[in-house]
């Protein structure tokens, strides 16, 4: 492993195992969109538990989420997220080598005001911060900072601005600058951080999206268009193809899950149904899908439903439901198409993340996915 300095290793970038593997949004109640009991209750000593949990499992990162007004109306669950950078301050204070990663709505903080932030987290990891990099899509957050959204062309233009301007503080230079969203004089970051720049990921899935992720992100993650993992190759060569033959790198290709894990399947996809389809927060994600979802009101029911059971599910993200060693064979599927990065959610967080390290994660090292820690 390499380390900037005198920093440590930021394992998110450095680290050897196949499949690498990350908390997702425990600075707030987790991913679901539920009403069930067992919804993570978000405390900070939660949080704390969770995170230092995550790094004795050996996880390579804990990755926030981001939210200025909620879903679900005023006081909903949704919005109760602690702002990203404060918080991974105060992680990266309670860790030693898990990867601490804010996640960044760029339309909305300013490059200079996240370079010296950004900054303040690296120095306090030594080394070990980085940045989940969006655009803002949500109208409702927009209008709070008197910002209407964005076309979708030009969101990413300031987005490669945006990125411009903080790798250039971020490496030490003072400069004026003069484009069409950022007009700078004297722009200037100190302190000196510990890494050269920090680890970043991206989302973005339009053809301009796919871009902006090659071009600027270690990791790009995916939106997966079948539940067949061995169908995602192409996405994922799709990806690496881009990186490599516009901008000469490689990158990394994450996946975003929500995460199951029972003594059989259908105990899995009993509890499946319970928060989801019995228990789901119906309204607050019909909300979502229609103030968010461009084409919502065209879509067939279909695709609505699978959408909604997604979100409600955990983040919409991809399933790792059924038995240890079912959830083992299907990562091993994923990372056989090509995924090397997962972000996980659980409903309950901490049970959900304790039963992963002790059941799944010796399956993964059998399967020469993840090496033993030392």
Not at 99 to 106: A, K, N, P, R
Not at 155 to 175: H, K, Q, T
């Given at each position: 492993?390499?380390?900037?300095?005198?920093?440590?290793?930021?394992?998110?970038?450095?680290?050897?195992?196949?499949?690498?593997?990350?908390?997702?949004?425990?600075?707030?109640?987790?991913?679901?969109?539920?009403?069930?009991?067992?919804?993570?209750?978000?405390?900070?000593?939660?949080?704390?538990?969770?995170?230092?949990?995550?790094?004795?499992?050996?996880?390579?990162?804990?990755?926030?989420?981001?939210?200025?007004?909620?879903?679900?109306?005023?006081?909903?669950?949704?919005?109760?997220?602690?702002?990203?950078?404060?918080?991974?301050?105060?992680?990266?204070?309670?860790?030693?080598?898990?990867?601490?990663?804010?996640?960044?709505?760029?339309?909305?903080?300013?490059?200079?005001?996240?370079?010296?932030?950004?900054?303040?987290?690296?120095?306090?990891?030594?080394?070990?911060f980085g940045m989940n990099l969006v655009c803002g899509w949500y109208p409702a957050e927009m209008a709070m900072f008197d910002e209407d959204v964005k076309p979708h062309e030009d969101r990413y233009a300031l987005a490669d601005e945006w990125v411009e301007i903080f790798d250039r503080l971020f490496a030490g230079e003072s400069f004026d600058y003069s484009g069409d969203y950022y007009k700078l004089r004297g722009a200037l970051n100190q302190p000196r951080p510990v890494q050269h720049r920090p680890f970043f990921m991206n989302a973005g899935g339009s053809p301009r999206g796919s871009e902006f992720a090659a071009k600027n992100a270690d990791v790009a993650f995916i939106i997966a268009q079948s539940p067949d993992p061995q169908k995602m190759k192409g996405q994922v060569d799709q990806y690496r193809s881009l990186a490599r033959e516009r901008f000469g790198k490689e990158i990394q290709i994450g996946l975003s899950t929500y995460v199951v894990q029972r003594d059989t399947r259908e105990e899995a996809e009993a509890y499946v149904q319970k928060y989801v389809v019995e228990q789901g927060d119906d309204a607050a994600v019909a909300e979502f899908i229609e103030a968010n979802v461009a084409n919502s009101k065209t879509m067939p029911d279909g695709a609505i439903r699978q959408m909604s059971f997604a979100i409600k599910a955990g983040y919409g993200g991809f399933p790792l439901v059924g038995t240890a060693a079912e959830i083992a064979d299907t990562i091993e599927l994923l990372s056989q198409a090509g995924v090397d990065t997962l972000l996980l959610t659980w409903l309950d967080y901490e049970g959900g993340l304790q039963a992963f390290g002790r059941d799944i994660v010796p399956l993964l090292e059998e399967k020469g996915l993840r090496v033993p820690l030392s």
């Amino acid at each position: 492993m390499s380390e900037d300095k005198a920093g440590k290793a930021n394992s998110m970038r450095d680290s050897a195992n196949r499949v690498k593997l990350a908390v997702f949004a425990a600075n707030g109640k987790g991913g679901a969109f539920t009403h069930h009991p067992d919804r993570f209750n978000g405390d900070w000593d939660a949080q704390v538990r969770l995170a230092k949990s995550a790094e004795e499992i050996g996880f390579e990162g804990f990755v926030s989420a981001s939210r200025w007004k909620p879903f679900g109306g005023d006081g909903h669950y949704s919005g109760d997220l602690m702002e990203t950078f404060t918080w991974a301050a105060a992680i990266a204070a309670s860790t030693d080598r898990i990867s601490v990663m804010s996640t960044v709505h760029m339309t909305i903080i300013h490059p200079v005001i996240a370079a010296k932030m950004a900054t303040t987290v690296d120095l306090v990891s030594k080394g070990r911060f980085g940045m989940n990099l969006v655009c803002g899509w949500y109208p409702a957050e927009m209008a709070m900072f008197d910002e209407d959204v964005k076309p979708h062309e030009d969101r990413y233009a300031l987005a490669d601005e945006w990125v411009e301007i903080f790798d250039r503080l971020f490496a030490g230079e003072s400069f004026d600058y003069s484009g069409d969203y950022y007009k700078l004089r004297g722009a200037l970051n100190q302190p000196r951080p510990v890494q050269h720049r920090p680890f970043f990921m991206n989302a973005g899935g339009s053809p301009r999206g796919s871009e902006f992720a090659a071009k600027n992100a270690d990791v790009a993650f995916i939106i997966a268009q079948s539940p067949d993992p061995q169908k995602m190759k192409g996405q994922v060569d799709q990806y690496r193809s881009l990186a490599r033959e516009r901008f000469g790198k490689e990158i990394q290709i994450g996946l975003s899950t929500y995460v199951v894990q029972r003594d059989t399947r259908e105990e899995a996809e009993a509890y499946v149904q319970k928060y989801v389809v019995e228990q789901g927060d119906d309204a607050a994600v019909a909300e979502f899908i229609e103030a968010n979802v461009a084409n919502s009101k065209t879509m067939p029911d279909g695709a609505i439903r699978q959408m909604s059971f997604a979100i409600k599910a955990g983040y919409g993200g991809f399933p790792l439901v059924g038995t240890a060693a079912e959830i083992a064979d299907t990562i091993e599927l994923l990372s056989q198409a090509g995924v090397d990065t997962l972000l996980l959610t659980w409903l309950d967080y901490e049970g959900g993340l304790q039963a992963f390290g002790r059941d799944i994660v010796p399956l993964l090292e059998e399967k020469g996915l993840r090496v033993p820690l030392s």
